[in-house]
């Protein structure tokens, strides 16, 4: 089964709608204290998925995700290595990486997005919101075309709610912007109800660069975003579910952020179908 490992503590509150989500899409999640991977009690190598919740990690103090980056950057595990340091080899072996909200600011602030230049330092940040409040409302997303990341495989758009202070994605620098847009790492956009990018509110809700809602990195590795997929997994976590029905009786009863869950699920489990016959090609032999 795939293996998703799911960080908690602190002051995350949103693991169990992660934990739900990968589980209708199949997948085993673990929940589990940040403190017992520091500790050495549980090793990230044995998971496929590493997923950072959102929720207000230490308070929100020096900015949102500051404080858990910096843990993750300076505090030493028991090998003497620091977690940023199993993470990049997480990475280095093809697995993935997933930060919703708190955990999108937390990969941004760590510098794990958009690692433009592949030494994880900070590149962009998130801030705070333009309208000066915390946002909580529906928004919808537009998948970017030419993003190469498996979470967003077959996805156009999608409806999500966000619940944020800090979620103003502010690029400086128009290397860094051209960069980003080159690549295609700007993977997801606030739209209007036209279905084109935004920068009205409040479609975009936190006046984010680029209208950006989510980015990747360049391997399409490691994904975040200020939106809660994991908050729509079912039509009956939508405010409007009853007309939805009414109007359509026959509308799907799963809500848009299930299929993010279900593409991950699915690439790590293709990519192990077609490792098994190579390793199996040895004793053919
Ligand atoms: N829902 C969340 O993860 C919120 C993230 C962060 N605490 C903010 O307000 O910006």
Same mark, same amino acid.
């Given at each position: 089964?795939?293996?998703?490992?799911?960080?908690?503590?602190?002051?995350?509150?949103?693991?169990?709608?992660?934990?739900?989500?990968?589980?209708?899409?199949?997948?085993?999640?673990?929940?589990?204290?940040?403190?017992?991977?520091?500790?050495?009690?549980?090793?990230?190598?044995?998971?496929?998925?590493?997923?950072?919740?959102?929720?207000?990690?230490?308070?929100?103090?020096?900015?949102?995700?500051? $404080?858990?980056?910096?843990?993750?950057?300076? +505090?030493?595990?028991? =090998? /003497?290595?620091?977690? #940023?340091?199993? &993470?990049?080899?997480?990475?280095?072996?093809?697995?993935?990486?997933?930060?919703?909200?708190?955990?999108?600011?937390?990969?941004?602030?760590?510098?794990?997005?958009?690692?433009?230049?592949?030494?994880?330092?900070?590149?962009?940040?998130?801030?705070?919101?333009?309208?000066?409040?915390?946002?909580?409302?529906?928004?919808?997303?537009?998948?970017?075309?030419?993003?190469?990341?498996?979470?967003?495989?077959?996805?156009?758009?999608?409806? $999500?709610?966000?619940?944020?202070?800090?979620? +103003?994605?502010?690029? =400086? /620098?128009?290397?860094? #912007?051209?960069? &980003?847009?080159?690549?295609?790492?700007?993977?997801?956009?606030?739209?209007?109800?036209?279905?084109?990018?935004?920068?009205?509110?409040?479609?975009?809700?936190?006046?984010?660069?680029?209208?950006?809602?989510?980015?990747?990195?360049?391997?399409?590795?490691?994904?975040?975003?200020?939106?809660?997929?994991?908050?729509?997994?079912?039509?009956?976590?939508?405010?409007?579910?009853?007309?939805?029905?009414?109007?359509?009786?026959?509308?799907?009863?799963?809500?848009?952020?299930?299929?993010?869950?279900?593409?991950?699920?699915?690439?790590?489990?293709?990519?192990?179908?077609?490792?098994?016959?190579?390793?199996?090609?040895?004793?053919?032999?």
């Amino acid at each position: 089964m795939v293996q998703a490992l799911i960080l908690t503590g602190f002051g995350i509150n949103c693991e169990e709608e992660f934990a739900a989500a990968y589980r209708l899409a199949g997948a085993e999640a673990t929940i589990v204290h940040l403190n017992q991977v520091l500790l050495g009690h549980v090793s990230i190598h044995d998971y496929d998925i590493l997923n950072f919740p959102g929720g207000f990690s230490f308070g929100d103090d020096l900015g949102s995700g500051v $404080v858990l980056a910096n843990k993750l950057r300076y +505090r030493q595990t028991p =090998s /003497g290595r620091t977690l #940023l340091d199993d &993470i990049k080899e997480f990475i280095a072996n093809g697995k993935f990486v997933m930060g919703i909200c708190n955990g999108f600011q937390v990969l941004v602030k760590l510098g794990l997005l958009p690692n433009l230049s592949g030494n994880v330092t900070p590149e962009v940040t998130l801030t705070h919101n333009a309208s000066g409040r915390y946002e909580d409302r529906w928004v919808r997303l537009k998948v970017n075309p030419n993003a190469h990341t498996p979470f967003l495989k077959g996805i156009d758009t999608m409806e $999500v709610p966000v619940r944020h202070g800090e979620g +103003r994605l502010v690029i =400086s /620098g128009a290397d860094t #912007l051209a960069q &980003i847009q080159d690549k295609a790492l700007n993977c997801l956009t606030y739209i209007g109800y036209d279905d084109s990018p935004t920068d009205v509110y409040p479609h975009n809700p936190n006046g984010a660069d680029l209208n950006c809602a989510g980015l990747t990195d360049p391997t399409g590795q490691v994904f975040g975003l200020m939106p809660h997929p994991e908050a729509f997994l079912s039509l009956y976590n939508h405010p409007d579910w009853a007309r939805r029905k009414r109007l359509n009786r026959g509308i799907s009863e799963e809500g848009d952020g299930l299929k993010l869950f279900r593409n991950i699920v699915e690439h790590v489990q293709g990519q192990r179908a077609e490792a098994v016959p190579q390793e199996a090609s040895q004793f053919l032999s």
